[in-house]
């Protein structure tokens, strides 16, 4: 055999002993080759994230320092089989592998994936989930799929939440007015901005959807005299609503009802949902446009829609979807107009609060590792992971922009009882408003 090739046998094969001709005709060992296939596999994912300002570690120390300059974040793969599995599907297997333990980053976990985001080629994430973003998901949100997809969320204990949400266990953007408020006053300045859009006034009557613990329906009854209808298919969160309505002697004006927003009967002046859109799924908004039309009063009634949104229609990142939110969709403001256009109602104002509710993650994951430790004694080490994945990443996407946060305000088109102005959302705290940061 000529002296220019190696023998492969069996029993030369070792990393070693065994040379292989490279492109450049040089010789290398089978480790040197094994590297030279791990180099290439860790381009290529790097490539697929948009080559972001990161230092990669490998399990067996070698470093690959980020090419274009200072690097935000090192991150760390722990074995062979992570770099293989990331080839697949980055951002999927990215966000597993992580909850695994089998990445680690050191570094702001929130500025790396801001860094990440930013670089990353939306348009590339999935090419053809995004085709089919219009059917994605039919019938997810049946009524038995929703209570089961909700419960999945909500129902993993009031406990969990109260460890780092505010105090009156409000789970959706904040507003704030000044950017160094609190996250209590914050939520309360939402519920006031919620109410004056609304237009609320002593006596009338309201439904709300998706009520969450009830903060919002109880601050509604207390501090604008009005009569609240509360609808929530998630136990939990109902038995808490009813347990604080009792206790601050509000259960003449709110009612809280176990069950679906497409039972609700009755007729409101008012329509409100906050947090909940992003659960009912595309293929249902006009059934819930049916259902606003069908418990809206004639020519005065209003309502408003509190929504985590997108800039264009996609579907819910696989891996939240999946582990945090299942069935869980963010519209597009055309999709939402699904639920408006067919029952002639007429939008009035549209406002995006992304801004505000990064700020409001950025408190809720500051509470959330001030809590950790509470937290592990709860769950597993992969149940801490995930979900310190879930708010930072939700930070950064509402900071780079991915996400949006609408809040879409609309009336019946005969109304005429309208705001001239946008001026009485922005006036000094009136006396109700100023009872409402006095009792923090």
């Known amino acids: 055999m000529s002296q220019d090739k190696p023998e492969f046998s069996a029993k030369l094969i070792s990393e070693e002993s065994v040379y292989i001709d490279n492109e450049n005709g040089q010789k290398q060992t089978f480790s040197g080759m094994i590297y030279a296939i791990e180099r290439l596999l860790l381009k ?43 080839i ?5 297997n990215f966000a597993e592998l992580y909850s695994a333990k089998r990445i680690e980053v050191k570094g702001n976990f929130t500025d ?83 109410c004056r ?4 006034k002593p006596g009338d009557t309201v439904v709300e959807a998706g009520c969450g613990w009830g903060a919002l329906s109880l601050h509604m009854a207390k501090h604008y005299g009005v009569k609240v209808r509360a609808y929530n298919i998630s136990k939990e969160q109902i038995a808490y609503a009813r347990e604080r309505s009792a206790k601050e002697g509000l259960n003449e004006l709110v009612e809280f009802v176990e069950d679906d927003y497409r039972n609700v009967r009755g007729k409101f002046d008012a329509f ?3 947090g909940m859109l992003e659960h009912v799924g595309v293929d249902h908004f006009e059934e819930l446009g049916a259902v606003i039309d069908r418990c809206l009063k004639e020519d005065v009634g209003r309502g408003l829609i509190h929504t985590i949104g997108m800039n264009y229609p996609r579907p819910m ?6 582990n945090i939110f299942p069935g869980a969709g963010p519209p597009s403001l055309s999709q939402m107009m699904q639920i408006f256009e067919p029952f002639n109602f007429s939008i009035l104002d549209v406002e995006n609060l992304r801004l505000h509710y990064a700020r409001t993650l950025e408190f809720w994951l500051q509470r959330y590792e001030e809590n950790v430790d509470k937290v592990q004694e709860m769950f597993d080490e992969e149940f801490v992971r995930a979900w310190r994945l879930y708010l930072a990443g939700s930070a950064a996407t509402f900071k780079t922009g991915d996400n ?8 019946r088109a005969a109304n ?25």
Not at 197 to 200: D, N, S, T
């Open 44 to 86: 290529k994912i790097m490539n697929a994230f948009g080559n972001p300002p990161v230092h990669v570690v490998l399990w067996d120390g070698r470093e690959f320092p980020n090419e274009n300059g200072e690097a935000v974040a090192q991150v760390i793969l722990r074995d062979r089989g992570t770099l293989v599995k990331m």
């Open 88 to 92: 697949a599907d980055p951002g999927f």
């Open 112 to 194: 790396f994936l801001e860094a990440v985001y930013r670089v990353w080629p939306l348009a590339s994430h999935s090419k053809i989930r995004t085709i089919l973003a219009p059917i994605i998901g039919l019938q997810r949100n049946t009524f038995s799929k929703s209570r089961s997809n909700v419960s999945h969320h909500y129902d993993i204990g009031n406990e969990f939440y109260k460890l780092w949400l505010d105090e009156r266990m409000l789970y959706t953007c904040a507003y704030f007015p000044s950017p160094d408020l609190s996250l209590e006053d914050a939520q309360i300045a939402k519920m006031d901005h919620v």
């Open 197 to 200: 859009k609304l237009q609320l």
């Open 272 to 274: 409100v949902s906050v």
């Open 317 to 322: 990142d696989p891996w939240i979807e999946r």
């Open 404 to 411: 949006q946060l609408f809040q879409v305000v609309f009336t």
């Open 416 to 440: 005429n009882q309208i705001p001239w102005t946008r001026q009485a959302l922005y006036e000094p705290l009136n006396s109700t408003l100023g009872e409402s940061f006095g009792k923090l």
